[in-house]
C-alpha cells in the first residue's frame, strides 16, 4: 500500500507532500527495562485510503482485517526498502530493526485505513540513556505526523520513564519555496529533507 502504492498515485497535488499519515507510536520494554521494539499505527488520509483499497470488498460496507491481510504483508514487506521510515536512536547511536511482526490493515468506520505492524530492535536498547525516535520519509512525499493526542506510549516500562514529543521547528521562507514537484523530482539520491519537518519522540527513564 505505501510504498507500493505511492508511485501510481493520482496526481491530486502540485507540490509535496501527497500522502499523509498520522502515527502513534508505543515503545516497548523487555523485562530487564531495557527498549525491544517500537509498535507503530499509522492511519492514513481519506482520498489515500481510498485509493489503497478501491476494489477490494464492497464499497458500503467496512473490510476486515482478515481481507485486507495480503496487502498488509505486501506493504509491510515494501517498507523494508525504506527503513520502516523510521528513525530510532538510544544514546545518539542509531538502533537497527529486525523484520515486522504483529502486522495488520484496518479500516475505521470513517474509512480511514491504518496499518499496524510491531519492529523489534536487534539488540535491546538501554532506555536511561535517553532514546528518541523520529517517523518521517526523507523525500516528504509523504508526511507524518504524530497524532494530537496519545502520540507515543511506553508498553512495560520500569517506573519512572517518561515520554514526550517535540515538533519541528518551522520552515523558513527558502525551505517553503522549495515544496514544489521541481525540487523534489531533481533531488540528489540521499538528501534529507523530510528530516525538517519530523518530530522527534524522547523517551527517558531513571
Not at 501527497?18 to 523487555?30: I, K, M, N, Q, T
Not at 467496512?62 to 530510532?88: C, D, H, R, W
Amino acid at each position: 500500500m505505501l510504498a507500493t502504492g505511492v508511485t501510481t498515485l493520482p496526481d491530486a497535488a502540485s507540490a509535496h507532500p501527497h500522502v499523509f499519515v498520522v502515527a502513534r507510536e508505543e515503545v516497548l520494554f523487555g523485562p530487564d527495562g531495557r527498549i525491544t521494539g517500537i509498535r507503530a499505527a499509522w492511519t492514513f488520509d481519506d482520498m489515500y485510503s481510498s485509493f489503497a483499497i478501491q476494489g477490494l470488498g464492497e464499497a458500503d460496507k467496512i473490510l476486515t482485517s482478515e481481507q485486507l491481510a495480503p496487502l498488509a504483508k505486501t506493504n509491510v514487506e515494501s517498507l523494508a526498502e525504506f527503513g520502516y521510515f523510521t528513525v530510532g536512536k538510544a544514546a545518539g547511536k542509531q538502533v537497527s530493526f529486525g523484520e515486522p511482526t504483529d502486522y495488520l490493515l484496518e479500516e475505521g468506520s470513517d474509512k480511514l485505513v491504518t496499518l499496524r505492524f510491531t519492529l523489534p530492535l536487534k539488540e535491546p536498547a538501554p532506555a536511561n540513556k535517553a532514546f528518541t525516535l523520529q517517523v518521517y520519509d526523507p523525500t516528504y512525499f509523504v508526511s507524518f505526523e504524530f497524532a494530537d493526542k496519545d502520540p507515543l506510549a511506553l508498553k512495560d516500562a520500569p517506573s519512572g520513564c517518561s515520554a514526550s514529543v517535540a515538533k519541528p521547528r518551522p520552515l523558513d521562507t527558502g525551505d517553503n519555496q522549495k515544496l514544489s514537484e521541481a525540487f523534489f523530482s531533481n533531488m540528489s539520491p540521499g538528501v534529507d529533507f523530510g528530516i525538517k519537518l519530523a518530530s522527534r519522540a524522547v523517551v527517558a527513564c531513571p
